[in-house]
């Protein structure tokens, strides 16, 4: 009696680990791994009492549809799980964010459209990691962030047309990529990759199939093939313009910069403003050709050109104001720092307060003039002559602009 309650006892304890679906077919192998084998077997949904040891399993070549979350909730201590060959179109938040052992993870040849990428966080192990043969048509640049023991990516036969800059930033032990059949529009967003191929050591397996669908000019040629001269990073220069001259009296300041950029595809114009009180973000023009303004930034004039102009520019408006160009290659910047001054005499007070306008031989800005790139500064200070009267009537005031006397304290021309 007392052996056979022995046994008893002793199956008892082995019960959990030896529980097995009856669609699957569960083992030891010799290195202690137990594996639960469930592929062909027609299975429509993640089978239901796996022990909880299971560091394998497979359901490869099922009819499985939808991962729930928690789907694999039986399972916390998987290593390698193999769902390749299934029917999956669904896959909730959460179906794999527990499996944090993972190092093997098969979604090939599914019907995955739409990933929960955020599941991947707390699989810092994988290692390699199929999702092949889907209908993935985008990723996130963070995607694989926090994948650092990544050998093996596989992405081919997808639906991409694009990858972010940076998508496979961060990813120290990837050793293997397949991006190849997917139908990329090789417009200067992908132009990353180029160059990105050119450095790595990964290798790029069947890198001559990642080819160009469009635009048509480049289709049927290798990403790796997109001329240089197509995608060029931007560059950008600022210059000042000025409505005063010495003849003519004026009763306010027009301060007006003009942003010049160059590159491929041609850039997009943005502005952005910082003063003491506002800080101000304008994308592109806001005045029509029939000079109606269509933003409510009145105060700042930004034209198609590539002007803007600030009307009664006045001690309110002094600040940082820079112009950035930025196409599918890349952003450029430069930036000048605009300070507003009246005096009596304004070449002499300027050379005596700032000494770094001496060697600009305190010459005055016409209409035009460019600010020097050799020079160190970015401060654009305008002086502008005050009469005495003015002054005394002012109280100290800055009162408006009667004469223009325009100096440049620090920098003639900016250009990055």
Known sequence: MRPLLCCLGLAVLLAPCLACPSACSCSTKKNGRLLAECAYKELQEVPEGLSSNVTILTLSANRIGWLRQGAFTEVPEVQSLWLGYNQIGVVEPGAFALLVHLKNLDLSHNKIA????????NLSGLQILKMNNNRLAGLPRDAFRSLKDL????????ELTTLAEGTFDNLPSLSQLQIFNNPFNCS???????????????????????????PSKLKGRAVTDIPDHHCVAPSVQLTYLSNLDNTVTYDGLTLTLHCSVAGSPPPEIRWKIQTSSRHVEISGPNVARDGNVKQSQEHFLVFKNGTMAIPNFS????????????NDVGTRDVSVNVALAG???PAEDLLRDDPQASHLGGRSCYKGDEMDPSSAGEKLVIVYHMPRESKSRAGGAVPQVHLGTLLLALGIMLCC
Do not use: H, M
């Open 114 to 121: 739409d990933f929960p990428w955020q599941d991947l966080q």
């Open 151 to 158: 050998r093996s990516l596989w992405l081919n036969d997808n």
């Open 188 to 214: 200067c967003k992908v132009f990353w990759l180029k160059k990105w191929t050119e450095n790595t050591s990964v290798s790029i397996t069947k890198g001559g199939s990642t080819l160009c669908v469009a």
């Open 315 to 326: 001690k309110e408006d002094e600040g940082i104001y820079t112009c950035l160009a930025v």
């Open 343 to 345: 005096s009596e005499n």
